[in-house]
């Protein structure tokens, strides 16, 4: 038998060339659709986060110069006498030391507008009281248990207090602090999906990497050395 010719044995060349393009042809298709859902998921939370990163990066500015920022604090005040008929339940509630009865909060509400949640209350002999801070402002309101004078008092410190409180999450609820949370999570996304952009496109970007580093380093070498 003559052994095979030299074309014989490169014959299965073509075929090995062929699966080597199918893979590499599989992986551009992978890698192609990782990028878009990178991307989609990238320009989702972009959307998500636009207007909550605009409001907390404007107000870390507000919150770092707190201190020059002149604001002129504005103070309401209002009295009124709780109805006698509301006057017994409320003695009950005192005597409980539990909290302002659903018909006087209604009460204060409705004639005063004061919204005074469900919640606790200070009692001390023959007064409740209650505290009623909010984003940008404090207030509170007292309650004669005997004659039934209220008197309420809040005092707003301006529109930049307002939106530092809400920053910070201070008195704002938890409908706020919800969003906190879900703004957070979406942060994390779009960086998520910002960085594996970066990885994707690193090598036709040279300054990608010494860029991340720099962004590292900088407040990395600010925390070691120059805060006290």
């Known amino acids: ?8 044995v490169q014959a299965p ?11 590499a042809k599989k992986r551009a298709v992978a890698r192609a659709g990782f990028l878009r859902q990178t991307l989609r998921w990238h320009w ?15 107000t870390g500015i507000t919150l770092n110069h707190a201190g020059a920022i002149m604001a002129k604090p504005r103070t309401i ?4 006498e709780l ?29 005063m507008k004061i919204k005074a949640p469900a ?14 801070p909010g984003p940008g402002a404090d207030g509170w309101v007292t309650v004669d248990t005997e004659s039934g004078a209220v008197a309420y008092e809040r005092t707003e410190r301006g529109w930049i207090a307002y939106v530092n409180d809400l920053h910070k999450g201070r008195n704002t609820g938890p409908a706020w602090s919800w969003f906190i949370d879900v703004f957070a999570v979406a942060c994390v996304v779009f960086c998520v999906t910002g960085l594996l952009l970066l990885q994707l496109h690193a090598k036709a970007r040279p300054s990608t990497w010494p860029l991340v580093g720099v962004g590292f380093l900088i407040p990395l070498l600010l925390a070691l050395f120059l805060i006290h």
């Open 13 to 23: 060349a073509p075929d090995l060339a062929t699966a080597e393009r199918a893979k």
């Open 77 to 80: 005040e209002r009295e009124g």
């Open 1 to 8: 038998m003559p052994p095979p010719s030299e074309a014989a």
């Open 44 to 58: 989702i939370s972009a959307a998500v986060c636009l207007v909550g990163m605009l409001l907390f990066a404007i």
């Open 119 to 132: 919640g606790p209350v200070e009692w001390s002999t023959g007064e409740a009281y209650v505290a009623l």
């Open 83 to 111: 109805p006698a008929a509301l006057r017994v339940e409320l003695r009950a509630a005192e005597t409980a030391k539990g909290q302002l009865p659903p018909a006087t909060r209604a009460w204060l509400g409705r004639e």
